[in-house]
């Protein structure tokens, strides 16, 4: 991929096939701080939507990426330009440009990767539902789990997310998806775990998907929930539910420098889930990405005895 400022990617994804990321919250801006991040810890959390990135600027690059090799027509294999990238997406006061423009310009579908926090905002409400797929989070059952576990922004009040969302279902005719992440010792006892899924029945997602943390979290102290204590816990949900794990490989592309900085800058990856994106040898990676960390581009680091690639800011 040419050198892009804020699309990366195609990121390939067990739910969501290959989908082009489209940063809107560079450098990294969020309305929490959630203790599970890959992405490192929020410096400021903030509620003030804003106008930057420039739209215009974002909107050119997504021309000149579907202009290059005739991707207008075919989308280069990309099933979703997304909304997403190094923090909330909807801090952006015209991410909703961002769905017109692809649904009006482009063979792809969208998808709005949330963590919901603005959906008590009717505004926000109405632009998230010019996606074609909306992704909402729900880690917390009350206003004191949300605080323990996304240290979200002091005025944000767990009640009126939830009502938000209840209001986006009834007027959304897309897909709406939720991500419920789960940390031992925070949220993963069954009776917690009860609270969110019935909380959850109450604004009907069409799939529900638990996580826990695959990459390394903000916060070094939290550990990954194990994968029998994951799918036990799915039970819970009912048969909506599929857990989720490392995401699977696809063929990502050529491989260049450009491309790899801007991917695993917003999306740590193991190296050998990296090599398999690239379509690379294991080898092949390794002599390509060590460079790039001793010049300082990336980042190599351990996380649970795995080797992954990540953004020199995290
Ligand atoms: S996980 Fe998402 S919502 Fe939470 S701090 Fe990171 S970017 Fe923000």
Not at 235 to 241: D, E, H, N, P
Request: glycine content about 8%; overall charge negative; proline content about 7%.
């Amino acid at each position: 991929m040419d050198a892009y400022k804020y699309l990366f990617g195609p990121v390939p994804s067990r739910r969501y096939g290959r989908s082009l990321g489209v940063d809107l919250a560079v450098p990294k801006t969020c309305t929490l701080d959630c203790r599970f991040c890959q992405l490192g810890a929020t410096p400021h959390a903030t509620l003030t939507r804003v106008d930057t990135p420039p739209m215009d600027a974002i909107l050119a690059e997504l021309r000149r990426w579907l202009e290059q090799a005739g991707r207008k027509e075919e989308g280069e294999g990309v099933d979703f330009i997304t909304a997403s990238g190094s923090g909330e997406p909807t801090l952006h006061l015209r991410f909703g440009d961002l769905f017109r423009f692809v649904r009006a310009e482009t063979p792809c579908r969208s998808l709005l990767l949330s963590n919901g926090s603005l959906f008590y905002l009717p505004e926000v409400r109405c632009d998230a539902a010019l996606a074609d797929v909306v992704k909402l989070s729900l880690h917390a059952w009350d206003q004191t789990s949300f605080e323990r576990v996304a240290r979200p922004h002091p005025a944000l009040r767990f009640d009126a997310i939830l009502d938000g969302y209840r209001a986006f279902r009834q007027s959304f005719t897309g897909r709406l998806d939720l991500e419920v992440f789960i940390i031992p010792g925070l949220n993963d006892r069954e009776d917690q775990v009860r609270r969110i899924a019935e909380l959850a029945h109450g604004f009907a997602p069409d799939a529900i998907t638990l996580n826990t943390a695959v990459r390394p979290p903000a916060d070094r102290a939290i550990s990954a929930c194990p994968p029998e204590r994951l799918h036990a816990l799915s039970a819970l949900f009912g048969t909506a539910v599929r857990e989720s794990g490392a995401e699977p490989p696809h063929a990502s592309g050529e491989l260049s420098e450009e491309a790899l900085i801007a991917l695993v800058g917003r999306h740590p990856m193991a190296l050998g889930v990296l090599a398999a994106t690239f379509g690379r040898s294991d080898d092949d990676l390794r002599a390509f990405i060590e460079p790039l960390a001793r010049q300082g581009r990336l980042r190599l680091f351990e996380s649970q005895g795995t080797l992954f690639a990540g953004g020199c800011g995290m």
